[in-house]
């Protein structure tokens, strides 16, 4: 059985609309060898294929398109399913990218392309072609290496999470022999990213954003990183969130996880979770671990100045702490990364 060490071999799928092409295009600018739309039982001959011309690294797109017939998607799910366990008998490790959009975005780019649906013959109607979809694609969403829900990223952003989780730092064992951990900072008040493994919510500490003196700073700058370090509470939350992470990330990687979304979220983005998302990132850079790092709401206008009731709450929001200080909501990974270069 040939042995491919060298491959590294991407497998794009996810909803229609949700920005395959250009997801297959920016894998084109980056060296690798493309097929769109390729039926899951031919995956297995041209992974074979690259590896017989020494290529080193291949993508493809496989989506309901790709089922033998009109409305068999769910043998087109159990094709691929069953490709990629062909290709790990075959000593390649495909990667698994998803990409997913919120279902209002995804009828707003097809009623603007004009574009049809290919489910919609089946279905009679576009909102039922896209949770048709979205069901059957459920099982192949749970085995994705990343997810990026496209909903919010734009083209730029996306070209990013491509480059960071698959092109930088690839290397002959196919770039993951180290898992990336991408943080990303982020505003409740804005909507929690649909796609982090681990979100902390900080929204208990003393929040700058009243402080008439240094409320208009952003966390990068050094006065806003003294008021929310220097408080007792803080330094007890980051004494236990690297016990916790400590023992978790690296049982993720452990693991063969390739990619761990952490999401730190404060009421508006723009102070306490910038300073706990810079924090942890060089702590985890410390402890030899690959980070990136982002701040999506950083730059979004500043909230009301007006002082909150207890002077450290947001606008009313009842924030919970855990009895040890560490607060922190750990959802299912959804989709919706936007990596920027480390800050």
């Known amino acids: 059985m040939s042995s491919s060490p060298s491959l590294q071999f991407i497998l794009i799928t996810g909803l229609s609309g949700a920005g395959k092409a250009l997801a297959t295009a920016y894998f084109e600018d980056f060296g690798f060898r493309c097929v769109d739309n390729l039926p899951p039982a031919l995956i297995p001959v041209f992974a074979q294929w690259c590896v017989s011309n020494d290529i080193e690294r291949a993508a493809v797109v496989a989506d309901v398109r790709s089922a033998p017939r009109q409305g068999d998607h769910h043998v087109f799910v159990d094709d ?19 990409l ?4 209002d975005r995804l009828v707003q780019r097809f009623k603007e392309t004009r574009r049809k649906h290919p489910l919609s013959d089946q279905t009679g109607d576009l909102n039922n072609a ?9 099982a192949l969403r749970e085995r994705a290496d990343k997810i990026v829900n496209t909903s919010h990223v734009t083209p730029r952003e996306l070209r990013q999470i491509i480059e960071k989780t698959f092109v930088e730092d690839a290397n002959g064992d196919n770039g993951s022999a180290q898992m990336l951990v991408q943080i990303e900072s982020f505003g ?15 929204r208990f500490l003393p929040n700058p954003n009243y402080d008439p003196q240094i409320g208009h700073l952003s966390g990068h700058d050094q006065p806003i990183i ?38 730190v979220g404060c009421t508006g983005g723009r102070h306490r979770s910038v300073v706990l998302s810079n924090w942890l990132a060089a702590h985890l850079r410390e402890q030899g671990f690959r980070v990136g790092i982002s701040h999506r709401d950083i730059a979004r206008p500043r909230a009301s100045k007006s002082l909150p009731n207890n002077g450290t709450a947001d606008n009313g ?5 855990s009895s040890n200080g560490a607060s922190s909501d750990v959802h299912s990974r959804n989709a919706d990364a936007k990596p920027e270069r480390d800050s």
């Open 80 to 98: 691929l399913q069953g490709a990629l366990e062909i290709l790990r008998s075959q000593d390649i490790n495909p990667q698994l990218l998803f």
């Open 100 to 103: 997913e959009t919120d279902d």
């Open 130 to 138: 896209i949770a048709t979809e979205r069901e059957a694609l459920m």
């Open 188 to 202: 409740f008040k804005h909507g929690a990213p649909a796609d982090a493994d681990l979100v902390f919510d900080v």
């Open 226 to 263: 003294d008021f929310v370090l220097r408080e007792p509470l803080t330094q007890q939350y980051q004494n236990h969130l690297r016990d916790f992470l400590g023992f978790c990330v690296p049982q993720f990687e452990r693991e063969g996880k390739a990619y761990l979304s952490i999401a």
């Open 317 to 321: 929001t009842a924030d919970t702490a």
